[in-house]
């Protein structure tokens, strides 16, 4: 059954899929990029290209969200699956994403928009004034002008995107998870992730200590931007240009920016309710 890491885009979810793929798919615990394959994306083109689906035709794609989500389930038995998506919730011309007949829970991580502009700038070579635009916005990514040719993804704004994934606390199968808390407690926070994951499996955890730490010891954000600079990280390309950009880069560090900084105040007059909600205010 599937677990979804759910997130709009540079709010964490790159580093709660290393922590994941580390702990998981791992021996030792220590993580390097190849670790991520372990996750794939949803939605993405192989996984409904290896089922004959039409990819060239977005609304086919839609409609058969549900029914690939039904084959990965029938594939892997009682196993756990963690799929990425940075999708919204939300309905898409009558379709729906998922439903609670193929999905075990959800990890849902959130991040101060404020901050994500700043990142969202750099990886897609774009100015914080689109960036924030954008943030606002109800938006699709990826689709045939993407690098990888990824399929469509329906973002939405970043509101919508959160108010979709909030809806899944009724389901009780449901864990919010800021990017703040995680980057600056990964300890006490990873370890609420894994016995989340346990209760949604119906087992009892045992932490594998060795594993913890080293999961702990290779995701730190400086670990991950070493890491980077040695090897690479093939999803580190700019969307716009197609060009390298660092992809880890800022972390957790705020912007050194005026508090009258008047992109930084637009999202905060837009979005104070939600942002209050969470604690950024």
């Known amino acids: 059954m599937i677990i979804w890491l759910a997130s709009y885009p540079k709010s ?25 394959k372990n996750i794939k994306q949803f939605p993405d083109q192989k996984l409904f290209k290896n089922l004959g689906i039409d990819t ?14 039904e084959e990965i389930n029938k594939r892997d038995g009682k196993s756990v699956r963690f799929l990425k998506t940075h999708s919204s919730l939300n309905d898409i011309n009558g379709h729906k994403f998922t439903n609670l007949e193929n999905t075990l829970g959800a990890i849902h991580i ?11 700038a750099n990886q897609a070579s774009i100015s914080e004034e689109e960036a924030k635009n954008r943030i606002l916005e109800i938006i699709t990514i990826g689709g045939k002008k993407d690098k990888k040719n990824k399929t469509v993804i329906h973002t ?12 899944f606390k009724k389901t009780n199968k449901y864990l919010l998870m800021r990017f703040e808390d995680l980057t600056s407690e990964p300890e006490k926070n990873f370890l609420t992730i894994l016995e989340f994951v346990h209760k949604l499996s119906n087992l009892k955890l045992t932490i594998d200590k060795n594993k913890f730490k080293n999961v702990l010891r290779t995701t730190s954000f400086e670990y991950l931007k070493n890491l980077e600079e040695k090897s690479g990280f093939d999803e580190s390309y700019s969307t716009a240009e197609e060009s390298y950009v660092q992809f880890f880069k800022y972390g957790n560090k705020k912007n050194v920016i005026s508090s009258e ?11 104070s309710q939600q942002m209050k909600e969470l604690g950024y205010l």
Do not use: C
């Not at 580390?22 to 991520?36: N, R, T």
């Not at 928009?113 to 969202?120: A, G, K, L, N, V």
């Open 12 to 36: 964490g979810n790159t580093l709660l899929r290393s922590m994941l793929s580390a702990y998981f798919y791992s021996k030792d615990g220590v993580f390097h990029f190849e670790l991520l």
């Open 56 to 69: 060239d035709n977005e609304l086919n794609v839609v409609k058969n969200y549900v029914k690939v989500q």
């Open 110 to 120: 959130v991040r101060d928009p404020r901050d994500i502009m700043r990142s969202y």
């Open 156 to 167: 939405g704004s970043w509101l919508t995107n959160y108010l979709s994934w909030k809806e």
């Open 261 to 271: 900084d008047e992109l930084k105040n637009d999202l905060k007059n837009k979005l």
